[in-house]
């Protein structure tokens, strides 16, 4: 279900970081929709969490991964946490995270993606420094691809957020390995009210878009909307979503969405989709 922390109206408080300013409008619009897959999961917890997955899709194809999780304080400088998963296409993930440094607000993770071919040129690694201050973060991400991904470069990230009472700004800048900006977003997010919050994120890469969203609780329900056009091309999409959490722990999702398309007078037409989830 969708956790939102927005619509808290706090003054100088600390602001999310960039990648949750649209989060809230985007999963409840896209995720945990099973589509044409079922899936198992089971979680355990005794000293290290143990988390199996089993996906079953109408095709019949089974696939599977399990992740194990701990904690540790290996020295008195840092807080350790290692993440270990294991998936049926012999894929094999390893995450540290580092946060208890004395650099106060300073986090540090370091993650591997490895073939359990023991094939080296297949492995992908990444490694991300984050910063938390009372009204603004700053992050650092880089990850190495591995030799086999064709046509693709290690890719570089740096962004930043910025929280002004209940206005919270950010932008994200995807750079080259020469270090010139090759891609930016910029996103922002408005509480209007206790129970409601508008967002809108701006994309420039190979092609520009617009998404304008909003996420509102009332009750047992949380309601989204959201609007997403290519630019300066006046079509794209309109989205509307409904998630409500029952007494027994049962999650009820519905979305229905539609193109738009405006030569000269907007309309609405075709493409019109109903989607419902029922999550056990």
């Known amino acids: 279900s969708t956790q939102s922390t927005w619509g808290r109206r706090v003054t100088h408080a600390m602001p999310p970081f960039f990648g949750d300013l649209y989060k809230p409008v985007k999963d409840l619009l896209t995720k945990n929709y099973n589509g044409d897959s079922h899936k198992f999961e089971l979680k355990s917890k005794d000293g290290v969490t143990f988390n199996p997955t089993i996906t ?38 390893a995450k540290a995270t580092f946060d208890k440094l004395q650099m106060k ?15 080296v040129t297949a492995d992908e690694y990444s490694e991300k420094v984050e910063y938390k201050g009372a ?12 030799e086999k991904s064709k046509g693709k470069k290690p890719s570089y990230e740096v962004h930043g957020s910025y929280g ?26 408005y509480d209007v009210s206790k129970h409601t919050t508008v967002a ?26 959201e609007i997403d056009t290519p630019i300066p091309e006046a079509k794209g ?26 030569p000269t007078s907007c309309s609405i037409f075709g493409g019109l989709r109903l989607t419902l989830s029922w999550n056990v």
């Not at 809108?200 to 609780?217: E, N, P, R, V």
């Open 200 to 225: 809108g994120t701006y994309t420039a890469d190979a092609k520009k878009s617009l998404k304008l969203g909003f996420i509102t609780h009332q009750e047992n329900w949380h309601i989204a909307g």
């Open 237 to 262: 999409k309109i989205t509307l979503g409904a998630e409500r959490k029952l007494e027994g722990g049962q999650v009820f999702k519905t979305k229905i969405d539609t193109k738009i398309f405006c």
């Open 105 to 119: 607000g300073v986090k540090v993770e370091c993650g591997g993606d490895f073939k359990m071919s023991g094939d």
């Open 164 to 189: 002004l009472d209940a206005l919270n700004v950010g932008a994200c800048a995807g750079l080259t390995e020469g270090f010139g900006v090759k891609s930016l977003v910029v996103s922002g997010a």
């Open 135 to 146: 009204n603004k973060t700053f992050v650092v991400q880089a990850n190495q691809l591995s």
């Open 56 to 93: 079953r899709a109408n095709d019949g194809a089974i696939s599977g991964n399990a992740s194990v999780e701990g904690e540790y304080d290996p020295c008195n400088w840092a807080h350790l946490k290692l993440k270990y998963e294991l998936d049926t296409s012999g894929c094999f993930k």
